[in-house]
């Protein structure tokens, strides 16, 4: 079964892109393409079974952008990966 796990938009303690922004949604992407390279770096590549992507979600106003990792429920190695993106991501842009 496919599952994924929100991670954010970018590092919990930096400021990131805001929805309603002047060219929030270039800005967020390559924010969030950046924070998946950072992940990437600090956790590793994604195993096979589960990949970090960039999602966009519908908001009442307007669309977001955030990073989530896809992974297969029944793959207890990807699954573990999700989590620990979720657990573990890097807290600033310094990692």
């Known amino acids: 079964m496919r599952d994924y796990m929100a991670i954010g938009s970018a590092p919990g303690d930096e400021d990131c892109a805001y929805v309603g922004e002047p060219d929030y ?3 967020a992407r390559a924010e969030c393409a950046r924070f ?8 590793g590549d994604e195993p096979p079974g ?6 966009t979600f ?3 106003w307007d669309e977001c952008c955030e990073v ?3 992974f297969d429920d029944d793959d207890k190695e ?6 620990r993106c979720e657990s573990k991501a ?3 842009w310094q990692g």
């Not at 589960?50 to 999602?55: K, S």
């Not at 990807?78 to 989590?83: E, F, G, I, V």
């Open 25 to 27: 949604h270039p800005r």
């Open 36 to 43: 998946i390279a950072l992940i990437r770096k600090k956790l």
């Open 50 to 55: 589960a990949r970090l992507e960039v999602r």
């Open 58 to 60: 519908a908001q009442d």
């Open 68 to 70: 989530v990792c896809y």
């Open 78 to 83: 990807a699954r573990n990966y999700a989590y």
């Open 90 to 92: 890097p807290r600033t």
